[in-house]
């Protein structure tokens, strides 16, 4: 047997290329020709061909590991272990010889001598458990090494999930995701100890562990030793008696195994397991928190979160984070909004639906004819599905008759989307996740991207890690994905687009320009060279205060790599310059081509679930859905004749005009759902001001929200797991998602209501499904011409633009740009200065952003105890520096004022921040960071400059803990290597290969814990 036939940690998440490419050969198994594909690995030949060779420690997306050596299998006359060996055409592979067939029972019977087959009373015995199907085929009816359970405790400290070393069958599963797919690097096993385990940080215990609760680990598993708190004493129908009782049916089927064998036993449970399926839903639904699009089954019994199971996602296969893994006990909470709410006097009234809409559709009526039409705002949810944002754009213009009409993208992207029009012509990435995981290069710009989307980011890690791709991070902050980078540097805040142009310029001056590209796909590039003059690398260096080595190495890098992408998210865009720095962004790659290929491209990070989607559907003053212009006389026609009605011409407003009109005494109602708009946008006492001058406000939301303080009707709606619908991820990719529960109490399902109130309002929409809305939709924009619900069934995507014939497109721009002449632009910019910068009074550099385990302002996150346990507080984090300054300590209170407000929080000091630039989490559900931020907005789009927020800070003379307690993964001490590292197994004097000697020694484990 050979060790080394390949490096256990050379594994893989792209899918192979598939027999009949030119790699294709065939292999003789078992006397069969199968198709193979030279190169592949072994197992996968033989996984396709129906022919079963047991494989414990094999998991597709983690590749080999070669821990548990079950898929022995014979190769010209050599035992070999099929899951690391790879296919030669013509090779001959037989998998039931003799010595192959003992090597494989071997190998599992190693298994049983860590791992107790109790299945009937297991919480994972629900037909996919890999330990107990092994047993099913190998037909083992005697264990052959006696079970020996491990020195250890059950690790209980997570909120999430717990360890059982004593079923933990050391696979290495788990450390391979959480090395190597997640790549935090929490989890090893320490081969060399006398009784190994799985070991978070190489000894903590996992609560004290920088453990994120990502849950690979879990999902990997291919038993019950790692298992979410939320399985146990629920999946099973005996599980949840009290342990004694449990241990004593153990002890009894033990007791008569040697008699009757595992045959029948295997055979109750699979009966037993086939009952739970009577009882246990599982669901295809979209993660409802951030802009990856992250996509899973979802187990509920009843209205029980039993887990979720991640594995054929588009955009994350089997990756979540701690939300989208851990993050759905809000739907259950108890003050969950179950009636509609009607204001009367300085408090509300529960009342009927009837009542509540007939009052919703009548002041609106009453007012749009009193004031007209725009005296009225809408404004959709990100949150919210694309059909829902369809409808209420239509309900807007067809019902309203206005195109006041806006979502939150106008918080965080619509300076992307602007830079993105401007130059190339589309508003969305220009290619996939796994454009960026290919990439030879990175480039982040302001973005967290570790915490504000971290499935995508693991791709960046992972990409780094094992491929050498290079990442290059600028931020103000250091964190993980800047601690990772191969360089790192910080900017002044609001100063990236000089050093983004000084690229350009640096590449055009230095014969670097990609000269071909820009001939044959890009205009204006004589007018945007000339525009480049003031940015030389000098002015950057000045401006930027970064030094001119660092620029200069960042550009030949730049323009060395052979495919490169940058993604950038609020760090860019809430500023004043949000537009000009995106712009900057695309233009740099024009000038270094790279777009149109893969691995290449823009990749602005969608923060919600459905941002992308919100804006796509039209829920924007200037666009019909698609971005097809309220101006364009041809898509107004069409959605004139498609709805019957006549449609509004004039200029709606945005959001952020909405909040001035209201001021102004312009706007005198509003319709806002599924968006705590007090909390999310900017100057929260300027919002909430606006809000009670309001005639009539009608909020729809599953909570009551810091906004429904001011409305006059709370409308209560369903999350996502409560209705049907499609998001669409930040690649542009639609997803369907599946209704998992009956919407709670009387809440409905937004699309419902805005039907409902449309209605009300005069109009006679009959959608009984949101596929009748995405239908109407695909008729009217070309965008989205080709969609159907039958073509996003199940785990099936499709990214847009979407062709007639349903023909979609992962990488944006292969033939063409989106412009008449289908050349992209180089778009030239002038440097103005931030609009706010510290001065003597307002001396620190407030800036904010998201946690990764909170979500934007915390209304669902902080409804579920195992995150808010981890993170139950506000903070603002100081630098070392600033902290000696003001004489402030972790744990400190301190007032932090700005020139629009002022709060009162506790300190961390930690060196992610530096010198007199502090960080606020934007997840406060009580104080937002936007009682300090102000009114300033991005000049192009109105995306309010959130990070250009200057604050005094008083010292307070009271301190408490850490505001992040022991519990957060933040205070852990992650133990990187190169994944299960198994060639230590391999060096163990008690180890010997399955079948190549039969005096093997088991490794030894210890006695079972009374
Ligand atoms: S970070 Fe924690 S939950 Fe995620 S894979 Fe690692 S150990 Fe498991
Ligand atoms: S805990 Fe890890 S090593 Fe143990 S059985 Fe599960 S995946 Fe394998
Ligand atoms: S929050 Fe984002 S990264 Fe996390 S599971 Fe949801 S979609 Fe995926
Ligand atoms: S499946 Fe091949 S060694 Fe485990």
Same mark, same amino acid.
């Not at 060790?3 to 256990?8: E, I, L, R």
């Not at 307070?956 to 994944?979: A, E, I, S, Y």
């Given at each position: 047997m050979?060790?080394?036939s390949d490096?256990p940690h050379?594994t893989r998440l792209?899918t192979l290329?598939?027999?009949?490419?030119?790699?294709?050969?065939?292999?003789?198994v078992n006397?069969f020709?199968v198709?193979?594909?030279?190169?592949e690995y072994l197992i996968e030949a033989i996984n396709r061909s129906g022919i079963q060779v047991p494989q414990v420690c094999y998991h597709t997306r983690l590749g080999p590991i070669q821990t548990c050596d079950t898929c022995m299998v014979d190769v010209?006359?050599?035992l070999v272990r099929a899951c690391a060996t790879?296919?030669?055409?013509?090779?001959?592979v037989v998998t039931e010889t003799v010595a192959a067939t003992a090597a494989q029972r071997e190998a599992y019977d190693r298994i049983l001598a860590n791992h107790v087959l109790y299945c009937t009373v297991c919480d994972n015995n629900n037909g996919n458990c890999t330990v107990h199907n092994t047993a099913a085929m190998l037909r083992v009816d005697h264990q052959t090494y006696p079970y020996r359970p491990k020195p250890y405790e059950k690790d209980m400290s997570n909120p999430f999930y717990r360890y059982d070393p004593d079923q933990c069958i050391l696979c290495g599963r788990c450390v391979e995701a959480c090395q190597n797919v997640q790549?935090n690097?929490t989890l090893s096993i320490r081969w060399?100890d006398e009784h190994p385990r799985v070991l978070w940080?190489?000894?903590?215990t996992i609560?004290?562990?920088?453990c994120?609760s990502c849950g690979h680990c879990i999902t990997v598993c291919p038993c019950n030793a790692l298992m979410e708190k939320s399985m146990l004493g629920h999946a099973g129908f005996f599980t949840k008696l009290p342990n004694d009782t449990l241990w004593g049916m153990i002890d009894i089927v033990k007791a008569v195994e040697p008699e009757i064998g595992y045959g029948p036993i295997l055979q109750l449970s699979e009966t037993e397991a086939a009952m739970r399926l009577a009882r246990v839903k599982k669901t295809k639904t979209?993660?409802?928190?951030?802009?990856?699009?992250c996509s899973f089954d979802i187990w509920t019994k009843d209205r029980h979160i039993l887990k979720v199971e991640p594995g054929e996602g588009?955009?994350n296969n089997i990756s979540t984070?701690v939300?989208g893994k851990f993050?759905w006990?809000?739907?259950?909470?108890?003050?969950?909004?179950?009636?509609?709410?009607?204001?009367?006097?300085?408090?509300?009234?529960?009342?009927?639906?009837?009542?509540?809409?007939?009052?919703?559709?009548?002041?609106?009526?009453?007012?749009?004819?009193?004031?007209?039409?725009?005296?009225?705002?809408?404004?959709?949810?990100?949150?919210?599905?694309?059909?829902?944002?369809?409808?209420?754009?239509?309900?807007?213009?067809?019902?309203?008759?206005?195109?006041?009409?806006?979502?939150?993208?106008?918080?965080?992207?619509?300076?992307?989307?602007?830079?993105?029009?401007?130059?190339?012509?589309?508003?969305?990435?220009?290619?996939?996740?796994?454009?960026? &995981?290919?990439?030879?290069?990175?480039?982040?710009? +302001? #973005?967290? =991207?570790?915490? !504000?989307?971290?499935? *995508?980011?693991?791709?960046?890690?992972?990409?780094?890690?094992?491929?050498?791709?290079?990442?290059?991070?600028?931020?103000?902050?250091?964190?993980?994905?800047?601690?990772?980078?191969?360089?790192?540097?910080?900017?002044?805040?609001?100063?990236?687009?000089?050093?983004?142009?000084?690229?350009?310029?640096?590449?055009?001056?230095?014969?670097?320009?990609?000269?071909?590209?820009?001939?044959?796909?890009?205009?204006?590039?004589?007018?945007?060279?000339?525009?480049?003059?003031?940015?030389?690398?000098?002015?950057?260096?000045?401006?930027?205060?970064?030094?001119?080595?660092?620029?200069?190495?960042?550009?030949?890098?730049?323009?060395?790599?052979?495919?490169?992408?940058?993604?950038? &998210?609020?760090?860019?865009?809430?500023?004043?310059? +949000? #537009?000009? =720095?995106?712009? !900057?962004?695309?233009? *740099?790659?024009?000038?270094?081509?790279?777009?149109?290929?893969?691995?290449?491209?823009?990749?602005?990070?969608?923060?919600?679930?459905?941002?992308?989607?919100?804006?796509?559907?039209?829920?924007?003053?200037?666009?019909?859905?698609?971005?097809?212009?309220?101006?364009?006389?041809?898509?107004?026609?069409?959605?004139?004749?498609?709805?019957?009605?006549?449609?509004?011409?004039?200029?709606?407003?945005?959001?952020?005009?909405?909040?001035?009109?209201?001021?102004?005494?312009?706007?005198?109602?509003?319709?806002?759902?599924?968006?705590?708009?007090?909390?999310?946008?900017?100057?929260?006492?300027?919002?909430?001001?606006?809000?009670?001058?309001?005639?009539?406000?009608?909020?729809?939301?599953?909570?009551?929200?810091?906004?429904?303080?001011?409305?006059?009707?709370?409308?209560?709606?369903?999350?996502?797991?409560?209705?049907?619908?499609?998001?669409?991820?930040?690649?542009?990719?639609?997803?369907?998602?599946y209704?998992a529960?009956?919407?709670?109490?009387?809440?409905?399902?937004?699309?419902?209501?805005?039907?409902?109130?449309?209605?009300?309002?005069?109009?006679?929409?009959?959608?009984?499904?949101?596929?009748?809305?995405?239908?109407?939709?695909?008729?009217?924009?070309?965008?989205?011409?080709?969609?159907?619900?039958?073509?996003?069934?199940g785990y099936?995507?499709?990214?847009?633009?979407?062709?007639?014939?349903?023909?979609?497109?992962?990488?944006?721009?292969?033939?063409?740009?989106?412009?008449?002449?289908?050349?992209?632009?180089?778009?030239?910019?002038?440097?103005?200065?931030?609009?706010?910068?510290?001065?003597?009074?307002?001396?620190?550099?407030?800036?904010?952003?998201?946690?990764?385990?909170?979500?934007?302002?915390?209304?669902?996150?902080?409804?579920?105890?195992g995150?808010?346990?981890?993170?139950?507080?506000?903070?603002?984090?100081?630098?070392?520096?600033?902290?000696?300054?003001?004489?402030?300590?972790?744990?400190?209170?301190?007032?932090?004022?700005?020139?629009?407000?002022?709060?009162?929080?506790?300190?961390?000091?930690?060196?992610?921040?530096?010198?007199?630039?502090?960080?606020?989490?934007?997840?406060?559900?009580?104080?937002?960071?936007?009682?300090?931020?102000?009114?300033?907005?991005?000049?192009?789009?109105?995306?309010?400059?959130?990070?250009?927020?200057?604050?005094?800070?008083?010292?307070?003379?009271?301190?408490?803990?850490?505001?992040?307690?022991?519990?957060?993964?933040?205070?852990?001490?992650?133990?990187?290597?190169?994944g299960v590292e198994v060639?230590r197994k391999w060096?163990r004097?008690d180890y010997r290969v399955p079948g190549s000697?039969n005096?093997l020694v088991q490794i030894q484990t210890g006695q079972r814990k009374g």
């Amino acid at each position: 047997m050979d060790h080394t036939s390949d490096a256990p940690h050379a594994t893989r998440l792209a899918t192979l290329p598939a027999a009949g490419t030119q790699n294709s050969c065939k292999i003789d198994v078992n006397g069969f020709q199968v198709d193979a594909v030279d190169g592949e690995y072994l197992i996968e030949a033989i996984n396709r061909s129906g022919i079963q060779v047991p494989q414990v420690c094999y998991h597709t997306r983690l590749g080999p590991i070669q821990t548990c050596d079950t898929c022995m299998v014979d190769v010209g006359g050599k035992l070999v272990r099929a899951c690391a060996t790879k296919v030669t055409g013509g090779m001959t592979v037989v998998t039931e010889t003799v010595a192959a067939t003992a090597a494989q029972r071997e190998a599992y019977d190693r298994i049983l001598a860590n791992h107790v087959l109790y299945c009937t009373v297991c919480d994972n015995n629900n037909g996919n458990c890999t330990v107990h199907n092994t047993a099913a085929m190998l037909r083992v009816d005697h264990q052959t090494y006696p079970y020996r359970p491990k020195p250890y405790e059950k690790d209980m400290s997570n909120p999430f999930y717990r360890y059982d070393p004593d079923q933990c069958i050391l696979c290495g599963r788990c450390v391979e995701a959480c090395q190597n797919v997640q790549v935090n690097e929490t989890l090893s096993i320490r081969w060399e100890d006398e009784h190994p385990r799985v070991l978070w940080d190489g000894g903590e215990t996992i609560g004290g562990s920088s453990c994120v609760s990502c849950g690979h680990c879990i999902t990997v598993c291919p038993c019950n030793a790692l298992m979410e708190k939320s399985m146990l004493g629920h999946a099973g129908f005996f599980t949840k008696l009290p342990n004694d009782t449990l241990w004593g049916m153990i002890d009894i089927v033990k007791a008569v195994e040697p008699e009757i064998g595992y045959g029948p036993i295997l055979q109750l449970s699979e009966t037993e397991a086939a009952m739970r399926l009577a009882r246990v839903k599982k669901t295809k639904t979209v993660c409802t928190y951030c802009g990856v699009g992250c996509s899973f089954d979802i187990w509920t019994k009843d209205r029980h979160i039993l887990k979720v199971e991640p594995g054929e996602g588009a955009a994350n296969n089997i990756s979540t984070c701690v939300k989208g893994k851990f993050g759905w006990d809000y739907i259950n909470a108890e003050d969950r909004l179950t009636k509609p709410l009607i204001r009367e006097g300085e408090s509300f009234r529960e009342a009927s639906w009837d009542e509540a809409l007939e009052l919703v559709g009548r002041r609106l009526n009453e007012i749009k004819a009193q004031d007209g039409p725009d005296a009225i705002g809408y404004i959709s949810s990100s949150k919210c599905t694309n059909e829902e944002s369809y409808l209420m754009q239509k309900l807007a213009r067809a019902v309203g008759g206005t195109n006041n009409i806006d979502n939150c993208s106008r918080y965080c992207q619509s300076p992307a989307t602007q830079g993105l029009f401007r130059t190339v012509g589309y508003g969305g990435d220009s290619g996939s996740i796994s454009d960026i &995981a290919q990439a030879k290069l990175v480039m982040i710009v +302001g #973005s967290n =991207t570790a915490e !504000a989307h971290p499935v *995508l980011a693991t791709r960046v890690k992972r990409a780094q890690k094992l491929h050498g791709q290079k990442l290059i991070v600028a931020d103000l902050r250091q964190h993980e994905m800047a601690r990772r980078a191969d360089i790192f540097f910080r900017p002044n805040p609001g100063t990236d687009m000089v050093w983004l142009s000084a690229l350009s310029r640096y590449m055009f001056d230095n014969g670097l320009a990609k000269a071909e590209f820009l001939s044959q796909w890009v205009n204006d590039v004589d007018k945007y060279r000339e525009s480049l003059a003031p940015f030389t690398m000098e002015f950057a260096s000045r401006v930027c205060g970064v030094p001119m080595e660092t620029l200069t190495r960042v550009a030949k890098e730049f323009a060395a790599a052979e495919s490169a992408c940058i993604l950038w &998210a609020m760090g860019v865009t809430q500023h004043c310059g +949000g #537009s000009d =720095t995106s712009t !900057a962004i695309s233009n *740099l790659l024009l000038v270094t081509g790279n777009y149109m290929r893969p691995g290449t491209g823009a990749y602005p990070l969608r923060g919600h679930n459905n941002v992308q989607g919100a804006s796509d559907f039209g829920s924007m003053p200037a666009y019909f859905p698609g971005y097809e212009k309220i101006a364009d006389e041809e898509a107004f026609a069409r959605y004139e004749q498609g709805w019957g009605v006549k449609l509004p011409k004039n200029k709606g407003l945005d959001n952020h005009e909405m909040v001035e009109a209201v001021h102004a005494g312009k706007l005198k109602a509003m319709y806002l759902i599924g968006e705590d708009m007090y909390s999310a946008d900017s100057n929260a006492n300027y919002v909430g001001d606006a809000f009670s001058k309001l005639d009539f406000f009608v909020v729809e939301d599953c909570f009551f929200t810091l906004s429904c303080r001011y409305a006059d009707v709370v409308l209560p709606a369903s999350p996502s797991l409560e209705k049907d619908g499609t998001f669409t991820n930040t690649e542009r990719r639609i997803q369907r998602l599946y209704q998992a529960l009956e919407p709670l109490g009387e809440s409905r399902p937004d699309w419902q209501i805005i039907q409902d109130v449309a209605n009300r309002m005069g109009a006679k929409w009959a959608y009984s499904h949101p596929a009748d809305i995405m239908h109407e939709s695909a008729s009217l924009a070309p965008m989205f011409a080709g969609v159907t619900y039958d073509r996003l069934a199940g785990y099936e995507t499709l990214q847009w633009p979407i062709a007639v014939d349903g023909t979609d497109q992962p990488l944006l721009y292969t033939e063409r740009f989106n412009f008449p002449d289908g050349k992209a632009k180089l778009y030239p910019l002038e440097w103005i200065e931030p609009c706010e910068k510290v001065d003597d009074e307002f001396n620190v550099h407030l800036n904010n952003g998201r946690l990764l385990e909170h979500f934007h302002e915390g209304n669902m996150t902080y409804r579920v105890p195992g995150i808010h346990a981890e993170t139950p507080h506000g903070f603002v984090e100081v630098s070392p520096a600033l902290a000696s300054d003001l004489q402030l300590v972790t744990g400190q209170w301190v007032d932090v004022t700005s020139r629009n407000g002022e709060l009162r929080t506790q300190v961390v000091v930690t060196d992610r921040v530096h010198d007199k630039q502090a960080y606020m989490p934007l997840n406060r559900p009580m104080d937002p960071v936007n009682l300090l931020t102000g009114n300033k907005t991005d000049r192009a789009t109105h995306t309010p400059a959130y990070k250009e927020t200057t604050v005094k800070m008083k010292t307070l003379p009271w301190k408490g803990p850490d505001p992040l307690p022991p519990l957060n993964f933040r205070h852990g001490h992650p133990t990187p290597q190169r994944g299960v590292e198994v060639e230590r197994k391999w060096q163990r004097a008690d180890y010997r290969v399955p079948g190549s000697d039969n005096g093997l020694v088991q490794i030894q484990t210890g006695q079972r814990k009374g």
